[in-house]
């Protein structure tokens, strides 16, 4: 089956950078959009960022815009999320996810969990003041 496997969370300063990995298997990511959400506790999970099945398209959440940049290593199968200027607010488990549906692209008003159906575990993201 579909296995997502995030990692590269970590512990960072306040203004510092991180990059997520995203490694899938059991699929291939150029079928399917892959998307970056976030959760806090006690919140609901909220879209990051978002890739096309073909790498194009990207949608950022406008939190994050501008400072966040998702990515397609077609050749390892894995998508990235490159973070910069981390800021406490971005604190949360970072989680992969891969659209139920392959080749449709969500962004805007579409880009919602439920339109994902397969999750990596987490990774935690702490980013301190």
């Known amino acids: 089956q579909v296995q997502l496997v995030e990692s590269g969370g970590h512990s960072v300063q306040a203004g510092g950078s991180l990059r997520l990995s995203c490694s899938a298997s059991g699929i291939t990511i150029s079928s399917r959009c892959i998307a970056w959400f976030r959760q806090v506790p006690g919140k609901e999970r909220e879209g990051v960022a978002s890739?096309?099945?073909?790498?194009?398209?990207?949608y950022y959440a406008d939190s994050v815009k501008g400072r966040f940049t998702v990515s397609r290593d077609r050749a390892n199968n894995t998508v990235y999320l490159q973070m910069n200027s981390l800021k406490p607010e971005d604190t949360a488990i970072y989680y992969c996810a891969a659209a139920r549906i392959p080749l449709k692209f969500y962004k805007d008003g579409e880009f919602r969990a439920v339109n994902f159906g397969d999750w990596g575990q987490g990774t935690q993201v702490t980013v301190s003041s």
């Open positions: 890739i096309s099945a073909g790498g194009i398209a990207t």
